[in-house]
């Protein structure tokens, strides 16, 4: 197990390692910290987990330990070798099947809208967005977060700008120092609301003629985060596909293989995706998804569904020299289905636990992931991927050759 296991951790290594890319430092963080932590769950998994299973012997297996002449689960008449043998009958037929059901979840997805207002960011109402729609009842609705405008220009004639754009309610001087002088604007809309983010633009687009001047608070910030998450998503999600297929055509020796395996996990992507969109806006009630969400999905489903599938055709690259294509993958289902099924429920219940926590960008991350992880461990890799393989035969290995003993 030391090659899938070190292609698998190293696979998500370097996916996490993209995230030093984006713009966002918690992002960037994040992305260090887990790279970190897989390196040394790697090491312990080929290092002490081995040493303490020799050492405590097959009992720590109890009460089903292993003995020498048992049925291997490749041999066995299990669950998923049944399951197989039923995807052998007709193996284009459910390949078809899956492919318009995931397209058909995806089309969920069409109308996705990014980005979250401040008052829609947690569950449950905290006292801060109360006091905020409270005060917007009696005043202009950005008092509570005005918007900074820090200058080296001439502040009147910055004021009088500030002051010249709709959507402003009021603009005043602030504080001064070192050369640096600041207004305190206060806006007629909502934080977070599109009429506040169409102010901000129409506030810088008014000061471009002052090269000193710069627009922030945190209306100003969002729009900022915004672009960049959009920026990150365009550069980081291409990097991590190129990655991932690498890593697939160096283990299995093979091309064909690796794009097949990679559409799946972004087909399980993008149902996963689409079918989330309609729990959050049919039973949780959400407008929009926040703006990382969707790189951290891709980057969690990706990495992980590239895991299981690994672990799949890992064991199919070697039972078919022996047994063939077909029998070879039918034989790797078999064995490996019971232990990729069982993790994968595991993490979809871990990350299902992210939906109690207050904020609503990690519960849309936690069912998105957790949907997505039980749709590849119990329908992608169990039916998809078999399906493929069956159908394409030695084709799927190519340009590795491989044939029965």
């Keep these: 197990t030391a090659e899938p296991v070190l292609c698998s951790a190293g696979t998500v290594v370097v996916g996490l390692l993209t995230l030093l890319l984006s713009l966002i430092p918690t992002t960037r963080g994040l992305g260090l910290a887990c790279a970190v932590g897989i390196v040394i769950a790697a090491l312990f998994v080929l290092v002490a987990l081995p040493a303490a299973l020799v050492l405590f012997g097959r009992w720590i297996f109890w009460p089903k330990a292993p003995v020498v002449g048992d049925v291997t689960q490749a041999e066995a008449r299990s669950l998923w070798r049944r399951i197989?043998?039923?995807?052998?009958?007709?193996?284009?037929?459910?390949?078809?099947?899956?492919?318009?059901?995931?397209?058909?979840?995806?089309t969920g997805g069409l109308k996705i809208q990014l980005g979250l207002d401040t008052s829609e960011q947690f569950l449950v109402k905290p006292e801060a967005i109360a006091a905020a729609e409270r005060i917007s009842q009696s005043f202009p609705a950005g008092t509570s977060n005005p918007t900074s405008v820090l200058t080296r220009d001439d502040p009147q004639a910055v004021l009088a700008a500030v002051s010249a754009v709709d959507g402003v309610a009021s603009a005043r001087p602030g504080?001064?120092?070192?050369?640096?002088?600041?207004?305190?604007?206060?806006?007629?809309?909502?934080?977070?609301?599109?009429?506040a983010e169409a102010t901000i633009v129409a506030l810088r687009a008014a000061l471009t003629d002052f090269p000193e001047t710069h627009v922030g608070g945190?209306?100003?910030?969002?729009?900022?985060?915004?672009?960049?998450?959009?920026?990150?998503?365009?550069?980081?999600?291409?990097?991590?596909?190129?990655?991932?297929?690498?890593?697939?055509?160096?283990?299995?020796?093979?091309?064909?293989?690796?794009?097949?395996?990679?559409?799946?996990?972004?087909?399980?992507?993008?149902?996963?995706?689409?079918?989330?969109?309609?729990?959050?806006?049919?039973?949780?009630?959400?407008?929009?998804l926040d703006e990382g969400v969707?790189?951290?999905?891709?980057?969690?489903?990706?990495?992980?569904?590239?895991?299981?599938?690994?672990?799949?055709?890992?064991?199919?690259?070697?039972?078919?020299?022996?047994?063939?294509?077909?029998?070879?993958?039918?034989?790797?289902?078999?064995?490996?289905?019971?232990?990729?099924?069982?993790?994968?429920?595991?993490?979809?219940?871990?990350?299902a636990v992210l939906g109690v926590l207050p904020l609503v960008v990690l519960a849309q991350l936690g069912v998105i992931?957790?949907?997505?992880?039980?749709?590849?461990?119990?329908?992608?890799?169990?039916?998809?991927?078999?399906?493929?393989?069956?159908?394409?035969?030695?084709?799927?290995?190519?340009?590795?050759?491989?044939s029965a003993a």
Aim: aromatic share 8%.
């Design 218 to 288: 945190p209306e100003a910030q969002g729009i900022d985060a915004t672009q960049a998450a959009a920026r990150d998503r365009g550069l980081i999600i291409p990097i991590i596909l190129g990655l991932v297929l690498v890593a697939l055509a160096l283990l299995l020796r093979s091309i064909v293989a690796p794009i097949l395996l990679v559409l799946t996990v972004v087909g399980t992507y993008f149902a996963s995706l689409g079918v989330s969109w309609w729990i959050f806006t049919g039973l949780l009630g959400f407008s929009a």
């Design 84 to 106: 197989g043998d039923g995807v052998a009958k007709r193996p284009v037929v459910v390949g078809i099947a899956v492919v318009v059901a995931l397209l058909g979840m995806a």
């Design 294 to 351: 969707p790189l951290m999905a891709f980057l969690f489903l990706v990495a992980l569904g590239v895991d299981y599938n690994i672990f799949l055709v890992t064991r199919a690259r070697e039972e078919t020299p022996g047994h063939g294509p077909r029998e070879g993958m039918l034989r790797a289902l078999g064995a490996t289905g019971g232990v990729i099924t069982s993790a994968g429920i595991l993490l979809a219940a871990v990350f």
């Design 175 to 195: 504080a001064a120092a070192d050369g640096v002088a600041s207004l305190q604007v206060v806006l007629d809309s909502t934080e977070g609301s599109d009429e």
């Design 369 to 402: 992931v957790c949907f997505g992880v039980l749709l590849d461990t119990l329908v992608v890799r169990t039916l998809l991927v078999p399906s493929l393989a069956l159908t394409l035969g030695e084709r799927f290995w190519w340009p590795r050759k491989v």
